[in-house]
C-alpha cells in the first residue's frame, strides 16, 4: 500500500534552516508529484509548493520562494523540504502528500518548533 | 489566488442526522480542459488529513457512501447522509485548478 514516511519532530532556534524527509513507498516513486503543506497550531491548512520527482522541477507558493528548496532523491524514493531563516510563525507541523492536485495519501507529518 | 470559502465553520450535529458543508470559490474552478480540481479532506485531532473526494464528486475508495460531493463552477457542497461519531473533525475543502492550490478555512463538525 502506499506509505509516505516522514522524519521526526525538530526544534530549531529563529535564524536557522530545516529539512525534512518524506520517504515513499508502495507505488512508483517517479509517476507522482510531492506536495508539501504547512498546518501551523490550531490552524487550517496552507500549501507550499511541489516537486517533480521525475524531473525535479519545483513550483513554490509564492510566500515562501528563495526560502525554501523541495528536492527529491529517485535512488532512496525521499523527498526533501528545506526552508531556511526559521522565525516563531514557521513552528507547524508540516506534510507531504501524493500528487500536484490528488494529495490522496499523506505522511503522518513532521512537527517543527521554532523557539529560541 | 482562488479564495474558497466555508460555511459554516462550526457544525454541530446530532448523531444519524445529515450535515452538508458549504465551499465557495471566488473564481470559477473549471480548468482548460473541462475538469474541475475540487477535493475534500477529513482530519481527525491529531491525525493527517485523509482524501474523501475529488473531482468534485468522486469519491475515494474505502469512504463510506454516506459521504457525497456536489456542486460545479464555484459552488460545491459536502454532505454526510447521517453522520457517525467517526466523522467528528475539520472538513477542508482544496483546489487545485489555479495557481497557487488553496484551502478553505476548515469546518469543524463535532456531535450535539
Known amino acids: 500500500q502506499v506509505q509516505l514516511v516522514q522524519s521526526g519532530p525538530e526544534v530549531k532556534r529563529p535564524g536557522a534552516s530545516l529539512k525534512v524527509s518524506c520517504k515513499s513507498s508502495?507505488?512508483?516513486?517517479?509517476?507522482?508529484?510531492i506536495t508539501w503543506v504547512r498546518q501551523a497550531p490550531g490552524q487550517g491548512l496552507e500549501w507550499m509548493g511541489w516537486?517533480?520527482?521525475?524531473?525535479?522541477?519545483?513550483n513554490y507558493a509564492q510566500k515562501f520562494q528563495g526560502r525554501v528548496t523541495m528536492t527529491a532523491e529517485s535512488s532512496t524514493n525521499t523527498t526533501y523540504m528545506e526552508l531556511r531563516g526559521l522565525t516563531s510563525d514557521d513552528t507547524a507541523i508540516y506534510f507531504c502528500?501524493?500528487?500536484?492536485?490528488?494529495?490522496?495519501?499523506w505522511g503522518q507529518g513532521s512537527l517543527v518548533t521554532v523557539s529560541s | 489566488d482562488a479564495v474558497l470559502t466555508q460555511s459554516p465553520l462550526s457544525l454541530p450535529v446530532n448523531l444519524g442526522q445529515p450535515a452538508s458543508i458549504s465551499c465557495r470559490s471566488s473564481?470559477?474552478?473549471?480548468?482548460?480542459?473541462?475538469?474541475?480540481?475540487l477535493n475534500w479532506f477529513h482530519q481527525r485531532p491529531g491525525q493527517s488529513p485523509r482524501r474523501l473526494i475529488y473531482?468534485?464528486?468522486i469519491r475515494d475508495s474505502g469512504v463510506p457512501d454516506r459521504f457525497s460531493g456536489s456542486g460545479s463552477d464555484t459552488n460545491f457542497t459536502l454532505k454526510i447522509s447521517g453522520v457517525e461519531a467517526e466523522d467528528v473533525g475539520v472538513y477542508y475543502c482544496?483546489?487545485?485548478?489555479?495557481?497557487?492550490?488553496?484551502f478553505g478555512q476548515g469546518t469543524k463538525v463535532e456531535i450535539k
Open positions: 502528500t501524493r500528487g500536484s492536485s490528488s494529495c490522496d495519501s
Open positions: 508502495g507505488y512508483s516513486f517517479t509517476d507522482y508529484h
Open positions: 516537486i517533480s520527482t521525475d524531473s525535479g522541477d519545483t
Open positions: 473564481q470559477s474552478l473549471v480548468y482548460s480542459n473541462g475538469v474541475t480540481f
Open positions: 473531482k468534485v464528486s
Open positions: 482544496m483546489q487545485a485548478t489555479h495557481w497557487p492550490v488553496t
